[in-house]
């Protein structure tokens, strides 16, 4: 029996292409963020590139192109819960409150009896649900208990009554599902009953949602009761296959069959496994402690976005890579890229993406299908030419040439006039990453330091007089517009949101004027000198750490900045009491938004010891969570292993024990510097071995070469 398809509106460069993890068999408890499993939980499980049934964080608004099926428990079809609230069931428990689930990339399940492996998700009913998937196509399967008389399957179509808002800009497209029944063990010829629901009304009999009244309710949907299994005494299964296309109802049924024609759901599952596996086996860490869960987890985060849409376009026919639906390109360039150009969110940081794989893998460019000139041109393009809407893609780059920062007072056709002093540091940043292009290339670039122009030196801390300079709005004249430093920070006497709304008006994106007055990657050297040298720089950061905020990826550089201080055992200790603090595999363990694993990315680096400098071939170094951590580059075809020597675990707070580096050795021979390596390493292969001490006061090595590159001091020529 099918349903009939219906149709609805609405980097990782890093990780992709060095690392990935295994959990090894023997010790294999990949206990994943209670966050992640709830999402696992209610839709299709995503493997390596499916289409997401329960989309991101930063798909949530577009939740009416879910196709959600679950199991439901009611005495007759007329009284079956169908509305989304009155249809959840709440997990059971452990005796220690825990929930008694079981994840793992590629399936979900509850482990019922974890010697025999006979993985089962029971819900307070005893309905047991697990999910698994291939890449465009998910296999639940449902069993009911034992006596169960009409097993009964609500399928959601819509949230919105079939409404949806349509940007002009974005445009509208349409999804396509296949959804096929099978008895698991026994034949279904056709539902026992049928009809389409409205929020909690099924109504027997209907097929077809011009006989409900859809503008009633919201929630449109059906409802199947199935034949139970001819033996009632034991449990009935039934098998729900999927299949998702952007081209037709009949490409995501013929997907459906090609990928899943069997509803071998072991097959399924071992496959999808295998997927992960091949992906993630590329970082190879000592699998002993709770900190390989949470590092695992936290690398698994950074491969769910963006979407692998080969092959499933719907204009024309193309089987060249084509992956989508990285809203979050901001929030992941600093820790993660792609050599893809995205939709932009405020602005473009396709710039540090495109310059982080350029610089990293200019020599492998053509055979990796990328054209170094046409990746140069298009980087041009972003810097020279404005786009008719900057606000989602682009810059604005016309009062961007004439000032050289974006005033608070022009207003221009394209764009809303908001986030004036963010995109100034973060255009600056991106003129930088297409420079070190340009130089990789052989090119004149002139590298820009428009950061400067929006820094006010006459700008004092409230309450803190030794902190003075911040970056400020400015208007179109040169005049500066004063706003409190402390403006929605941890010290904002009026609480305010750092989110971009009608009411935030003082020129900053998430993040406060004192975080984004630390943010000036490519020149810290720069900076520590404008806020008054390495002491009154120490003690800045010693104040924002007293007070640290970590739910944004602005602040995610902050811990490592000690090191261009010459005070790289601080940055090792801020950077695991942040981790201590604020992240874990707990409920609460992801302080806020993943932001398509930008979070995850940013944790993986800290525990293996590293941060990386965008569009650079530098690597920031401290000490990583595991005694060994090997990297296999396919790439490259290299591996490089990180050893940590004297290394005696962590302490649970961050600070204490034998945690610094006190010195490096790359391949047997001393390195120069012990706050940073150079890409080199890890494109050739090679050992590097890290001599830890429990002395807080190292040092990055003997003299100012040692010290993490900045322009101002000639590092990136």
Not at 333 to 349: D, K, P, W
Not at 448 to 469: H, R
Not at 474 to 488: I, L, V
Request: proline share 7%.
């Amino acid at each position: 029996m099918k349903l009939s398809p219906f149709r609805t509106s609405s980097l990782k460069l890093f990780w992709y292409a060095l690392w990935r993890c295994r959990l090894r068999a023997e010790n294999r408890d990949p206990i994943l963020p209670s966050t992640l499993s709830e999402r696992l939980r209610l839709g299709l499980l995503p493997p390596l590139d499916a289409f997401p049934s329960h989309p991101p964080a930063h798909q949530l608004a577009r939740r009416e192109q879910s196709f959600w099926t679950a199991p439901a428990w009611c005495s007759s079809y007329d009284k079956c819960p169908s509305s989304i609230a009155d249809r959840k069931a709440l997990r059971k428990v452990k005796d220690d409150g825990s929930a008694d689930d079981w994840a793992e990339p590629g399936f979900f399940a509850r482990n019922l009896h974890a010697l025999f492996l006979q993985l089962l998700s029971n819900l307070v009913d005893n309905i047991q649900l697990e999910p698994t998937s291939t890449r465009r196509t998910a296999l639940h399967r449902y069993t009911f208990p034992p006596n169960t008389t009409n097993p009964r399957i609500p399928v959601d179509v819509t949230n919105d009554g079939q409404r949806s808002s349509t940007n002009p800009q974005c445009g509208r497209y349409n999804a396509f599902v296949c959804g096929t029944f099978k008895g698991e063990g026994y034949t279904i010829d056709a539902p026992a009953e049928y009809g389409i629901f409205l929020n909690n009304y099924p109504t027997r009999g209907t097929t077809h949602s011009e006989q409900v009244y859809i503008g009633f309710q919201p929630e449109l949907g059906a409802v199947f009761t199935f034949p139970a299994s001819p033996s009632i005494s034991s449990p009935t299964s039934i098998l729900a296959r999927v299949g998702v296309s952007l081209i037709s109802a009949e490409q995501a049924c013929k997907t459906a069959e090609e990928e899943i024609p069997d509803f071998d759901f072991e097959r399924v599952r071992n496959e999808a496994e295998g997927k992960w596996d091949e992906l993630l086996g590329r970082v190879q860490v000592d699998v002993t402690g709770r900190d390989v869960e949470l590092f695992y987890s936290s690398l698994y985060r950074t491969h769910i976005a963006p979407t692998d849409y080969t092959g499933e376009n719907p204009k024309w026919e193309s089987e060249e890579p084509y992956f989508d639906s990285l809203y979050c390109n901001w929030d992941t360039y600093q820790c993660r890229g792609a050599t893809v150009q995205h939709y932009m969110q405020g602005g473009s940081n396709a710039d540090p993406v495109l310059g982080e794989f350029f610089v990293k893998f200019a020599s492998h460019a053509e055979s990796l299908g990328v054209s170094p000139e046409d990746l140069y041109t298009a980087l041009l393009a972003d810097a020279e030419e404005e786009p008719p809407n900057w606000n989602v893609q682009g810059r604005q780059v016309g009062v961007w040439k004439e000032l050289g920062y974006i005033a608070q007072d022009m207003f221009a056709p394209g764009g809303a006039n908001t986030k004036w002093v963010s995109r100034t540091v973060e255009y600056a940043f991106n003129d930088f990453a297409i420079a070190q292009v340009a130089k990789a290339l052989g090119k004149d670039q002139d590298v820009t330091k428009n950061f400067l122009n929006v820094w006010n030196a006459n700008v004092t801390m409230p309450d803190e007089p030794s902190i003075k300079g911040f970056m400020q709005p400015r208007f179109a004249d040169g005049t500066w517009n004063y706003t409190d430093p402390r403006h929605c920070s941890v010290h904002d006497p009026e609480k305010a949101t750092c989110f971009l709304n009608a009411v935030r008006r003082d020129g900053f994106y998430e993040s406060s004027h004192i975080v984004y007055s630390q943010y000036v990657p490519q020149d810290t050297a720069k900076l520590i000198e404008l806020q008054g040298g390495v002491g009154a720089f120490v003690k800045r950061l010693d104040f924002i750490f007293a007070n640290f905020e970590s739910t944004n990826e602005p602040s995610q550089q902050m811990p490592f900045m000690y090191h261009y201080a010459n005070r790289p055992g601080l940055s090792t200790q801020r950077a695991r009491q942040v981790l201590a603090k604020y992240f874990n595999t707990t409920r609460n363990g992801l302080p806020g938004n993943d932001d398509s694993g930008a979070m995850g990315s940013y944790v993986a680096f800290y525990m293996v010891g590293l941060y990386p400098l965008p569009a650079t071939r530098q690597i920031l170094l401290s000490s990583p969570y595991f005694a060994n951590v090997a990297f296999e580059n396919p790439v490259f075809n290299t591996t490089t292993v990180i050893k940590a020597v004297g290394f005696e675990g962590n302490p649970a707070d961050g600070t204490g024990g034998k945690v610094f580096v006190e010195s490096v050795k790359v391949n047997g021979e001393p390195w120069a510097s012990n706050c940073y390596i150079d890409w080199d390493v890890f494109e050739k292969g090679g050992v590097i071995a890290l001599t830890l001490t429990d002395d807080i006061n190292v040092s990055c090595g003997k003299d100012q070469l040692a010290l993490p590159p900045s322009i101002s001091t000639g590092g990136y020529d």
